[in-house]
């Protein structure tokens, strides 16, 4: 008996190993033909079952709690009045207005009435409002254009990211990583009339194609991207990075294939600049317009590590301001920190891609809004964390219940148009 007892214990013991090993996530940042032929199709399965059924759940709930706050303490909606760009001070109980605060307002303006060159106007980039307007054409209501995009937008990124998933994880550890992006603190700016999940679905669209299938159908993705969001650019010099270190490996490169993505992203970079050519006069104007901002971000900052410091350890001036906040530096700490995480994956893409979609943001400037720019480098940390730790899923999700606390905080304050961080 005692035997046979001992057998049975280590036939369970190598079951949990070949389990865990099972997860065990394969190293996408050095892409095979082998690995590129596994991925499946983007289109197989659409819509997946489960991937709608996590998205509509996490967006009825984020919606309820968009208008919970803003009908529940109307008394504050005299917050920041001078912030209503489109729909003026003196509406204060429209129904959109929570979803439409901050830079909503400057993409419900444009959608509707085009760029003004007089304005800082041209600092928001045009692929979403152009978007909005493209949706008006049918949808006739301006309001209802935008939250329809934004449903289409963050259902499909939420679509392409669990696909993505699939690839490194199995299907229930990807719909896991999928609901820890939807918790994480600031994902309600996937409902809000914000770039994030256009950028995202962008992003993710374009990892797919070139990370897992070394497809051409990456160049869509590739020119749309600088056209989205400034990020774009961190984006391209990763990549380069990437090649650089590869290369200094001694690993093959198809270069034909590395310099058509790079075409792509300089075609939609000239195109950014001709559209404001054509729509303001100026084709640097989006780019000089960033000045008007309060951040104080400037690229030579990035060299000068000294001036991290000193943001890291200035006073601070309260949990919640445009500069300097409290919330803000605890998100650059802490984000930072879990490129740890993502680099026990031995991905180098995920690495370098996660580092430069964040470091940027937290040592341009004062730190403005970094909280908010974690979400588009949220997916990869989720993705790492899974891959890594998937046999301790409960604590995962007890981390998850603790970022969905903290996001609905953040929506309270959104919906009242209240300073995020």
């Not at 190598?14 to 499946?40: C, D, H, I, L, W």
């Not at 650019?233 to 310099?259: H, M, S, T």
């Not at 000239?270 to 989006?286: E, N, S, T």
């Not at 893409?349 to 949220?378: H, I, K, N």
Request: glycine share 6%; aromatic share 16%; charged share 15%.
């Amino acid at each position: 008996m005692r035997r046979g007892f001992a057998l049975s214990k280590k036939s369970r013991k190598k079951s949990r190993k070949q389990r865990r090993a099972g997860r065990r996530a394969p190293q996408a940042g050095v892409s095979t033909v082998a690995a590129a032929q596994s991925a499946e199709p983007l289109g197989k399965g659409f819509p997946n079952r489960r991937v709608l059924t996590i998205f509509l759940a996490a967006k009825a709930l984020t919606v309820a709690a968009f208008l919970l706050f803003f009908f529940g303490f109307d008394h504050m909606h005299g917050a920041n009045l001078w912030n209503r760009w489109y729909s003026g001070p003196e509406v204060l109980d429209a129904i959109y207005l929570p979803f439409a605060n901050w830079d909503g307002q400057n993409y419900l303006l444009i959608a509707e009435r085009g760029y003004l060159a007089a304005s800082a106007q041209p600092a928001f980039f045009p692929l979403y409002p152009l978007a909005i307007r493209a949706a008006q054409l049918i949808l006739v209501d301006i309001y209802v254009s935008a939250f329809v995009v934004n449903l289409l937008l963050s259902f499909l990124f939420c679509y392409v990211f669990h696909h993505y998933a699939e690839h490194f994880l199995p299907e229930r550890e990807a719909s896991g990583a999928l609901v820890l992006v939807l918790t994480w603190p600031t994902a309600f700016f996937l409902t809000a009339l914000y770039t994030e999940a256009l950028f995202l679905l962008l992003l993710f669209g374009f990892l797919y194609f070139y990370d897992l299938r070394k497809s051409r159908l990456s160049l869509p993705f590739a020119f749309l991207l600088p056209l989205a969001r400034a990020q774009t650019a961190f984006v391209i010099a990763a990549l380069l990075i990437v090649i650089v270190i590869r290369r200094l490996q001694g690993k093959p490169i198809d270069y034909r294939y590395e310099v058509s993505n790079m075409a792509a992203f300089a075609a939609g970079a000239l195109c950014y600049l001709g559209f404001f050519q054509v729509a303001v006069g100026d084709a640097f104007a989006g780019i000089s317009d960033q000045n008007n901002f309060v951040f104080g971000n400037s690229l030579m900052n990035l060299f000068n590590p000294g001036h991290f410091l000193a943001y890291l350890f200035a006073e601070t001036r309260g949990w919640f301001s445009y500069t300097y906040s409290l919330t803000d530096k605890i998100f650059v700490i802490a984000s930072l920190l879990a490129s740890v995480i993502v680099a026990r994956t031995k991905n180098l893409l995920w690495l370098v891609l996660y580092v430069m979609l964040l470091y940027p943001a937290a040592a341009m400037g004062g730190g403005g809004s970094f909280s908010r720019f974690t979400l588009v480098a949220a997916p990869i940390l989720v993705l790492a964390v899974w891959s890594l730790y998937a046999g301790r899923a409960r604590i995962i999700y007890a981390i998850g219940a603790a970022f969905a606390v903290a996001q609905l905080i953040f929506v309270w304050r959104f919906a009242l148009n209240l300073w995020v961080a």
